[in-house]
């Protein structure tokens, strides 16, 4: 009985599928046309999605909201660049992102709020390279949201252009920095844990590489 049904199964599936692609018809600008959403996600409280969206003949950020749709609506308006990538910040109101410039992505970090007020350019140290103040372009990444703290978030950058980043509490609103933890001259990347606590770092140098853990904030660097 059950290979009869899988039988009948897969008939009807073949039959669908050939049904649909002979009445289908498509060009060539539909297999190269942007998508109509990418990046879908929720928010933090499962009230809204964001997504990136093509508006203004670029990708922009566009919230939707659940409960009611007639108030979904694009928070960005880019008109020569496009949304690179996105995060929700912890607190449902804020959201991060980056853009991308024609396939030159941008190492800036962005807010926005979730109605679409108040953009704010959090730390952008192209600046300082095109004013020659530094040879080296760091770019600033972003290490922890922090689940338990929606007004901050952790973010690795080598601001004080050494070549080797430091971790460094960013406001979400303002843009306010300060560092909780200080490159020593060889970690090239850091790893916190599940409360957002900089428990690992990976390190190079000409020789070898480490893999450094900590069993917390307080304790010594075990190789």
Same mark, same amino acid.
């Given at each position: 009985?059950?290979?009869? *049904? !899988? &039988?009948?199964?897969? /008939? $009807?599936?073949?039959?669908? @599928? ?66 690179a990538w996105y995060t ?8 991060? *992102? !980056? &853009?991308?410039?024609? /396939? $030159?992505?941008?190492?800036? @970090?962005?807010?926005v709020d979730r109605t ?25 990444n972003i290490l922890d ?45 850091? &790893? ?32």
């Amino acid at each position: 009985m059950t290979k009869r *049904f !899988g &039988i009948g199964l897969f /008939g $009807a599936l073949s039959l669908l @599928i050939t049904s649909v692609a002979s009445a289908a018809s498509y060009t060539v600008e539909d297999f190269f046309k942007d998508p109509q959403y990418t990046q879908v996600s929720v928010s933090p409280n499962g009230k809204y999605l964001a997504a990136v969206a093509p508006a203004k003949g670029r990708q922009n950020l566009a919230i939707i909201n659940l409960k009611d749709r007639s108030k979904s609506k694009f928070i960005t308006g880019l008109e020569d660049q496009d949304i690179a990538w996105y995060t929700w910040a912890e607190n449902n109101d804020r959201l991060l *992102f !980056g &853009i991308n410039a024609d /396939g $030159a992505e941008a190492i800036a @970090i962005y807010a926005v709020d979730r109605t679409g007020g108040r953009i704010k350019t959090l730390i952008d140290p192209l600046a300082d390279w095109l004013d020659g103040s530094t040879s080296q372009l760091p770019s600033p990444n972003i290490l922890d949201v922090l689940k338990d703290d929606p007004k901050h978030i952790l973010v690795s950058y080598d601001e004080r252009k050494v070549g080797s980043p430091d971790v460094y509490q960013v406001n979400v609103h303002n843009g306010g920095m300060k560092m909780v933890e200080r490159n020593p001259g060889t970690v090239a990347g850091w &790893i916190t844990d599940h409360d957002g606590k900089i428990r690992g770092a990976f390190t190079q140098d000409k020789l070898y590489n480490e893999v450094w853990y900590r069993d917390s904030e307080e304790d010594e660097w075990q190789t």
